[in-house]
């Protein structure tokens, strides 16, 4: 398999915008790979004095439906970032769409996070 991807960021004043696409094509043993993944975050960051950030997270990634039509569609990334959009690594970003929320706010020198992780 060879994978091809491309990241894409955007600030402006108060939020932040992070989005990255990738595909994969080749072969896996006998059969043709084509696999694609999607991953964007979109954050707005509210207080001026204690900053809370809150952000919309989406990941997508292409799965397989019919394992005998000789072509591979599961994407499977070789070094996954399984903490992309939590410190839990609780899943692995193959054949799933996922949407959630995230929010956090510093303390002094200590920054409190929390997500709700995908159903």
């Given at each position: 398999?060879?994978?091809?991807?491309?990241?894409l960021?955007?600030?402006g004043?108060?939020?932040?915008?992070?989005?990255?696409?990738?595909?994969?094509?080749g072969?896996?043993?006998?059969r043709?790979?084509?696999?694609?993944?999607?991953?964007?975050?979109?954050a707005?960051?509210?207080?001026?004095?204690?900053?809370?950030?809150?952000?919309l997270?989406?990941g997508?990634?292409?799965?397989?439906?019919?394992?005998?039509d000789?072509?591979?569609?599961?994407?499977?990334?070789?070094?996954p970032?399984?903490g992309?959009?939590?410190?839990?690594?609780?899943?692995?970003?193959?054949?799933?769409?996922?949407?959630?929320?995230?929010a956090?706010?510093?303390?002094?020198?200590?920054?409190?996070?929390?997500?709700?992780p995908?159903?």
């Open positions: 398999r060879e994978t091809l991807g491309v990241r960021t955007w600030r004043p108060g939020w932040d915008t992070a989005a990255q696409v990738a595909v994969q094509r072969r896996t043993g006998d043709r790979a084509e696999a694609r993944a999607l991953g964007a975050e979109a707005r960051q509210f207080g001026a004095v204690v900053p809370t950030r809150v952000a997270q989406l997508v990634a292409s799965g397989d439906s019919d394992p005998t000789g072509v591979v569609r599961t994407f499977d990334p070789l070094y970032n399984l992309v959009f939590s410190s839990a690594p609780l899943y692995f970003p193959a054949n799933q769409v996922n949407i959630g929320v995230a956090s706010r510093p303390f002094g020198t200590l920054t409190l996070s929390g997500d709700v995908p159903g």
